[in-house]
């Protein structure tokens, strides 16, 4: 039973850990900066000259943007998440799974080691071209997957996903070999990465992340009633053509703008809603906004993981959101075997 | 309020519906009919606007479907489709209040009074507004095909089309569902098309059928007209047999096996056991059996015929109980059973067995003319049962048809009537030639197999023997019976 009360208290448990995660993450790591500190500096931000130069300077300048980019990649990819998953009824649809990060990854790489500029988008060339990447690559997949089998089993589409992850992956190793860049610096682009981006970074993401959020989160109901079934959904009275390419679109803008700040990081989009949907239900007018807060939230945590649990060595980010995501992937594949049988 | 007009359409190259044409009453259920492949869903698919016709055109309300929005349509038409496997867990409630949907205008419409009834008013009306709170995936495949059928409900509609609703429900909840859509279409002015696989309850609530086959219409007319043996067995390929429901004026179908399931045998003398307190057979195979017997009456197939002794001050409150516990008693199913009653001496039953060109009979006759009487006259008498009685089996080896079965029970009876009349069996009320006694029984059984019997009227051949059986049987159970009565 998902009632009222217990979405109430899913916003409120969200908020409280988005709250926690983001003072974690601006307060630990190689220096410490006591909370007391923190809050000062958040309170008398315009005015520098009387806080702890060295404080404020980790904080404004280091933490508190990575922390921002983090919020913001996670609560897109999240989002993204729980849009394809409703979209396609398929609990194990995620940016990750589906090839779309793998699809913006190889539009991201081609603008940053090809050194590609778009007239007219300047310095948004980065994630115009993820976002289209991100986009044509879904509709390949999907289009592969309907073409495969009709009714899009669950399993097709992963299958269908996994098989383009790995063909664009090869493309961009293809690329970076070319290219004559170093290796290791482009796999660590790969497995994702927040520190160091700056609030450039933030000002690439945010435009499309408000975008793609509000389109989605107007789309609920439709998410709602597609759930069931594109035909039920048109009985039902939605403009299926419409809405569905609106909801792949925003999902594609907001995968293709995080993956081009922050490299391919895998499973937020997948555990975040389905956390939140065993938690709250599977209304999407709160399974969207909710995803948002603990993509961010989760996010967070893991950078910040990433860059403490085996200081000073920083891991990518998306080595923990993977460890963190197979094993929950594969809780979910036997979830649905089971109830299919059952 | 709908109209199709020549529709033709389908998904390749081919059209699955070709050219079907109909007009929808208000209020009416039209059931639409058809075998595996025929194009029903397709039909439904165009009618609902998910499938764009090729040629022809659908109209609602004197619009063509594409001039409507998907939203202005659901508010006016709803869809039961066929039930599939979800991903997500929604509750019974929020899967109903989806059905508002189309009502609700803009991102963050309020959810008003009005919602809020028409969601509950479906919940109960499918009863199942018990699961309000419990997610749809912890519930049985008939209680899921209610509350989608609530969801469309809750849509408020003129119109609802069903593609086999009653899949995946019991049989009392098919009755529920479609009573409900019954009273549906005269308290809320619904209007509705469905799909049926089940010829037999398209039969009982549809007001009219359309049956197609490969996609063309053969027939759109009343079930009467359209269940007819002929046109059901072409279409369907397969062999059936068309009777009108017991109580009410419908036709029904029953499907004919191509192999009989039972060993069969000939009916004989030797099969018949006779005891002081009953004449008794059992046959190879189940008989098709007419009669008017205390047990197993009426049009039936059965297994044991017995002839049971009772003294002549028998006395019970319901024969029928005693019967029946006789037959258990016996080891005998009374289910399975054809029983009558005599006062007479069963010992003194007449069998004899008549043979004509390979259709052969067997009948037996106990006689007792003490409660003789003049049917012409009958009514000057007081209305009394007692026992004792002339019952007649006549057993056939072949296959009567329904008019047989009923000829043969009239030539039975003008045999025995002449049987009285010859034995100068008087009514000891009015003195006047007697035509039976006040507690006549009778029973035609065939065996179902072997020569087939059109008619048995008193000069066809199974005629001829019945009528020289019944004659003789009964005049030698009339004689046996005085003899004793004189000594």
């Known amino acids: 039973m998902f009632s009222q009360s217990k979405v109430a208290l899913g916003y409120i448990l969200s908020v409280i850990f988005l709250l926690v995660a983001f003072t974690l993450a601006i307060t630990v790591g190689s220096v410490q900066v006591p ?64 090839g779309v990060s793998s699809g913006a990854s190889v539009g991201a790489v081609a603008v940053i080691f090809l050194g590609i500029t778009i007239p007219g988008l300047g310095g948004f060339t980065l994630p115009v071209v993820s976002v289209v990447a991100a986009l044509l690559t879904l509709i390949v997949v999907l ?42 610096q482009i796999i660590t682009w790969l497995l994702g990465s ?72 895998g499973f937020v989009g997948l555990v975040v809603p389905h956390m939140v949907r065993m938690a709250t239900g599977s209304d999407h007018r709160h399974v969207l906004p909710l995803s948002i807060l603990n993509g961010a939230s989760l996010l967070i945590v893991c950078d910040l993981i990433a860059r403490t649990v085996v ?27 089971k109830e299919r049988r059952g | 309020m709908l109209k199709a007009t020549g529709v033709s359409g389908g998904y390749g190259e081919q059209d699955v519906v070709k050219n079907v044409s109909f007009e929808l009453q208000k209020q009416e259920i039209l059931g639409i009919l058809g075998p595996n492949g025929s194009g029903k869903t397709t039909l439904m698919k165009m009618i609902s606007g998910l499938l764009p016709c090729r040629e022809g055109a659908v109209h609602y309300k004197e619009k063509p479907l594409s001039a409507y929005s998907a939203k202005q349509l659901a508010r006016e038409v709803a869809v039961l489709p066929q039930l599939h496997q979800h991903a997500f867990d ?78 995946h429900l019991d049989l009392s909840y098919q009755k529920q569902l479609l009573d409900l859509l019954k009273e549906w279409t005269e308290t809320h002015e619904l209007t509705v098309i469905s799909i049926f696989h089940d010829l037999n309850i398209a039969s009982l609530y549809c007001d009219r059928l359309l049956l197609l086959h490969h996609g063309e219409t053969v027939q759109l007319a009343e079930p009467g007209n359209v269940m007819n043996k002929e046109t059901v067995e072409r279409v369907y390929n397969a062999r059936v047999h068309t009777q009108s429901h017991p109580e009410l004026p419908k036709p029904q179908v029953t499907l004919l096996p191509n192999h009989g399931f039972e060993k069969t045998g000939l009916i004989t003398k030797d099969l018949f056991e006779i005891t002081g307190d009953h004449v008794y057979v059992k046959t190879p195979q189940s008989l098709k059996t007419l009669s008017s017997a205390v047990i197993g009456a009426g049009l039936g197939w059965y ?51 008549y043979e004509d060109n390979g259709l052969s009979v067997v009948i037996a006759v106990t006689a007792g003319v003490g409660n003789a009487v003049d049917v012409s006259l009958s009514y000057e008498r007081e209305r ?82 019945i009528g020289k059986g019944i004659v003789e049987c009964t005049s030698e159970a009339i004689r046996i019976y005085r003899e004793r009565k004189s000594r």
């Open chain 2, 384 to 465: 009394q049962a007692t026992i004792g009685t002339i019952n007649s089996w006549i057993f056939i080896n072949g296959k009567l048809s329904d008019e047989a079965f009923i000829q043969a029970m009239m030539t039975a009876t003008e045999a025995k009537v002449k049987a009285l009349q010859n034995a100068d069996v008087k009514d000891p009320l009015t003195g006047t030639l007697a035509t039976g006694t006040s507690t006549d029984s009778a029973l035609v059984a065939a065996t179902q197999t072997g020569p087939f019997v059109q008619y048995a009227g008193s000069i066809t051949p199974l005629g001829k023997m």
């Open chain 1, 143 to 184: 289009g592969f997957a309907r073409f495969v089998e009709k009714s899009m089993k669950m399993e097709t589409i992963i299958l269908t996903g996994i098989i383009f992850s790995s063909f664009l992956g090869s493309i961009l190793s293809l690329m970076i070999a070319l290219t004559g860049d170093e290796l290791r």
């Open chain 1, 194 to 265: 927040v520190s160091m981006r700056g609030w450039d970074y933030i000002r690439l993401i945010a435009p499309f992340f408000v975008t793609g959020s509000l389109l989605l989160i107007w789309n609920a109901r439709e998410l709602n009633a597609m759930a069931f079934g594109e035909d039920r959904a048109h009985h039902l009275g939605v403009n299926v053509q419409v809405r569905k390419y609106v909801v792949l679109a925003s999902g594609s803008i907001l995968t293709g703008a995080a993956v081009a700040v922050s490299g391919t990081i």
């Open chain 2, 303 to 353: 297994h044991h015929f017995v002839n049971r002794h009772v003294p002549m001050d028998y006395e019970c409150d319901d024969s029928y109980e005693d019967m029946v516990r006789y037959a258990a008693h016996n080891g005998w199913n009374p289910a399975d059973t054809v029983g009558m009653m005599t006062a007479v001496k069963v010992e003194d039953v007449i069998i004899r067995e």
């Open chain 2, 90 to 167: 929604y509750t019974v409630r929020e899967t109903v209040a989806m059905g508002r949907y189309p009502h609700q205008k803009g991102m963050f419409a309020p959810w008003t009074e009005h919602d809020e009834k028409a969601v509950m008013d479906a919940m109960k009306q499918t009863g199942v507004e018990r699961f309000e709170h419990q997610s749809i995936q912890d519930l049985s495949g008939g209680e899921r095909q209610r509350v989608f059928l609530a969801q469309a409900l809750a849509q408020e509609p003129k119109l609802l089309l069903l593609d086999e609703p009653t899949n």
């Open chain 1, 35 to 98: 909370f007391g500190e923190m809050l000062r500096i958040f309170a008398g931000a315009g005015n520098r000259d009387s806080l702890d130069p060295m404080f404020s300077s980790i904080v404004l300048d280091i933490r508190f943007p990575r922390v921002v980019l983090a919020g913001l990649v996670g609560a897109s990819l999240a989002i993204a998440g729980a849009s394809f998953q409703g979209l396609l009824k398929n609990p194990l649809a995620d940016p990750y799974t589906l």
């Open chain 1, 311 to 337: 200081a000073p060595t920083e891991l990518p980010i998306g080595v923990i959101t993977a460890l963190l995501g197979a094993p929950v992937f594969g809780l979910i594949l036997i979830q649905k075997r």
